[in-house]
Every structure is written in structure tokens, then in C-alpha cells.
Nanobody, 124 residues
Framework: QEQLVESGGGLVQPGGSLRLSCVAS????????VAWFRQAPGKEREWVSC????????NYRDSVKGRFTISGDNARNTVYLQMNSLKPEDTAIYYC?????????????????WGQGTQVTVSS
């Protein structure tokens, strides 16, 4: 059974860091493009970042550029999201998602597989 499991969320002070992990089981991420989305209370889900299966190229939404880094470890079948200089507006549930394609997409409906989410709270 194909499954994505996120971990690494938590409570952190503004300016702090967290690293989220997304582990796949039942399928190999080598052939999938993986993205991170987030959803804050009362807001719509928004795309954060993605890493392409074709060449490992990455993309970020403007508000996280220079602060977040997405990376993949094929040996561990895992994708990471390193989040630095966190701000209160980064508070949300973070989801990883995967689609069998070689391009980054910010459209959530293109992603067939989703994790259950991990809560990130940035607060003093």
C-alpha cells in the first residue's frame, strides 16, 4: 500500500529551524515529483516547494525563498524540507504529496499521494 508519512513538526520560536521529513512506503520516490503544501487555520491549502524527479530541480513559493530548502534522499526514500528563519506566518499543517510526473506543479489536484500532515507552530 502506497503511503507517505511526515514527521518533524513542532513548536518553535520565531527565527528558529525545523526539518520536516516525508518517508514513502509502497513505492519508490525516484520516479515521483514531491511537493510540500501547507494549510493554516481558516486558509486554503497552498503550495510551498517541490523537487522534480527528472533532474532534481527545485522550486519555492516567494515567501519561503532563501529560508526553506527541499531535498531528497533516494536511498532512504525520503524528501526533506529544511525550514530556517521561521516566522509566525509559517504556522500551518504541512503535507507532503507525490505525483508520477517529472515536473513541479503547484496544483494540489495533480498529486495522487498525500501524507497525513505534521503541525508546525511558530510562536514565542
Amino acid at each position: 500500500q502506497e503511503q507517505l508519512v511526515e514527521s518533524g513538526g513542532g513548536l518553535v520560536q520565531p527565527g528558529g529551524s525545523l526539518r520536516l521529513s516525508c518517508v514513502a512506503s509502497g513505492f519508490t520516490l525516484d520516479y515521483y515529483t514531491v511537493a510540500w503544501f501547507r494549510q493554516a487555520p481558516g486558509k486554503e491549502r497552498e503550495w510551498v516547494s517541490c523537487i522534480s524527479s527528472s533532474d532534481g530541480s527545485t522550486n519555492y513559493r516567494d515567501s519561503v525563498k532563501g529560508r526553506f530548502t527541499i531535498s531528497g534522499d533516494n536511498a532512504r526514500n525520503t524528501v526533506y524540507l529544511q525550514m530556517n528563519s521561521l516566522k509566525p506566518e509559517d504556522t500551518a499543517i504541512y503535507y507532503c504529496a507525490a505525483h508520477l510526473g517529472n515536473y513541479c506543479s503547484g496544483s494540489y489536484w495533480e498529486y495522487a499521494y498525500w501524507g497525513q500532515g505534521t503541525q508546525v507552530t511558530v510562536s514565542s
